[in-house]
């Protein structure tokens, strides 16, 4: 257990309820567990996901328990989760059930992760985006009401995430091996990255069980390649920041907001160049207030464990 007996955000912008809270952000690809006293972080841990939309419940379970043995749970007063798939009152209650036995007792509050990522941001409104492994869109207004877009999953959507660059890098690589031309060199470093020979051996590699995790993990392969100037790993940033913006953009005009609307995870955080494309995709559409999170989302705890303490009162 590493012990953190330092504040490791500026949390200035906010009165820190005076409360022992562990928060949660359960993404594709990791679990991080953060324990606070008063604001203060005391330690903070990680493991692999528990998202069962990721992995089955029993990975999940087991990474849960091996998270709370490495957190300190004695006097924890507050647990706030927030994870992929939490589409419905059913999905929160099936992830807080696992995470109970870990803290008998303690009050488990679930939510979306999009919820952490604009309460990271400190925005009571607006809309937070999410480009990690997956991607989704979610926001409110001052009046309360709420919208989503996409957040479906991989099947189904997750336009702009780790995993659509994994899968479209495939799709070039079958592409170009389809036109009998020799592989370029986003396709050299993929069939490197997968162990493999040739372009056809990504068929069968694709479907023979690899996870969204795995394919989300060749995106920096499109990212490197495209700072090198290949001009279809350019292309597919282009459209990522673009499907990105279209998800943000929908959330807001369904609210009637002009922003702010926060960028946020790891390909969203840490790319510059999709950061940009995400901007003036906006930018285009009239939306300015744009901002790229400058935290890590765990640290939206904070603020909504303010904002059930305000509640509370």
């Given at each position: 257990?590493?012990?953190?007996?330092?504040?490791?955000?500026?949390?200035?912008?906010?009165?820190?309820?005076?409360?022992?809270?562990?928060?949660?952000?359960?993404?594709?690809?990791?679990?991080?567990?953060?324990?606070?006293?008063?604001?203060?972080?005391?330690?903070d841990?990680?493991?692999?996901?528990?998202?069962v939309?990721?992995?089955?419940?029993?990975?999940?379970?087991?990474?849960?328990?091996?998270?709370f043995?490495?957190?300190?749970?004695?006097?924890?007063?507050?647990?706030?989760?927030?994870?992929?798939?939490?589409?419905?009152?059913?999905?929160a209650?099936?992830?807080?059930?696992?995470?109970?036995?870990?803290?008998?007792?303690?009050?488990?509050?679930?939510v979306?992760?999009?919820?952490?990522?604009?309460?990271?941001?400190?925005?009571?409104?607006?809309?937070?985006?999410?480009?990690?492994?997956?991607?989704?869109?979610?926001?409110?207004?001052?009046?309360?009401?709420?919208?989503?877009?996409?957040?479906?999953?991989?099947?189904?959507?997750?336009?702009?995430?780790?995993?659509?660059?994994?899968?479209?890098a495939?799709?070039?690589?079958?592409?170009?091996?389809?036109?009998?031309?020799?592989?370029?060199?986003?396709?050299?470093?993929?069939?490197?990255?997968?162990?493999?020979?040739?372009s056809?051996?990504?068929?069968?590699?694709?479907?023979?069980?690899?996870?969204?995790?795995?394919?989300?993990?060749?995106?920096?392969?499109?990212l490197?390649?495209?700072?090198?100037?290949?001009?279809e790993?350019?292309?597919?940033?282009?459209?990522?920041?673009?499907?990105?913006?279209?998800?943000?953009?929908?959330?807001?005009?369904?609210l009637?907001?002009?922003?702010?609307?926060?960028?946020?995870?790891?390909?969203g955080?840490?790319?510059?160049?999709?950061?940009?494309?995400?901007?003036?995709?906006?930018?285009?559409?009239?939306?300015?207030?744009?901002?790229?999170?400058?935290?890590?989302?765990?640290?939206?705890?904070?603020?909504?464990?303010?904002?059930?303490?305000?509640?509370?009162?």
């Amino acid at each position: 257990m590493r012990l953190l007996p330092t504040i490791l955000r500026d949390v200035s912008s906010t009165s820190i309820p005076p409360t022992a809270i562990i928060g949660l952000d359960i993404g594709g690809s990791k679990t991080r567990g953060i324990l606070w006293h008063d604001g203060v972080v005391i330690a903070d841990e990680q493991t692999g996901s528990a998202n069962v939309q990721n992995v089955s419940i029993d990975e999940a379970r087991q990474n849960l328990q091996k998270l709370f043995s490495l957190l300190p749970t004695d006097g924890v007063e507050q647990i706030f989760a927030g994870s992929g798939g939490i589409d419905t009152e059913a999905d929160a209650e099936a992830l807080a059930s696992l995470i109970r036995p870990h803290v008998p007792g303690v009050p488990v509050t679930v939510v979306h992760d999009t919820r952490l990522l604009l309460a990271a941001g400190h925005a009571s409104v607006g809309v937070a985006v999410i480009a990690g492994t997956g991607s989704a869109a979610w926001g409110i207004n001052d009046a309360g009401a709420q919208a989503r877009a996409g957040g479906w999953g991989y099947l189904l959507g997750d336009e702009g995430s780790g995993y659509w660059f994994g899968r479209e890098a495939v799709r070039h690589s079958l592409h170009r091996m389809n036109l009998g031309l020799s592989p370029d060199q986003l396709t050299v470093s993929l069939l490197e990255k997968c162990g493999l020979k040739e372009s056809g051996e990504l068929i069968a590699h694709f479907h023979s069980g690899t996870s969204r995790r795995y394919w989300a993990s060749m995106s920096p392969l499109i990212l490197n390649a495209a700072l090198q100037g290949h001009p279809e790993s350019l292309a597919m940033i282009e459209q990522a920041g673009t499907d990105l913006a279209a998800l943000a953009a929908q959330v807001a005009e369904q609210l009637a907001l002009s922003g702010p609307i926060v960028l946020g995870s790891g390909l969203g955080m840490h790319q510059p160049p999709l950061q940009k494309v995400f901007r003036d995709q906006l930018a285009a559409r009239g939306f300015h207030e744009v901002r790229v999170l400058d935290q890590d989302p765990i640290f939206g705890v904070l603020d909504l464990a303010l904002q059930a303490s305000v509640s509370k009162n």
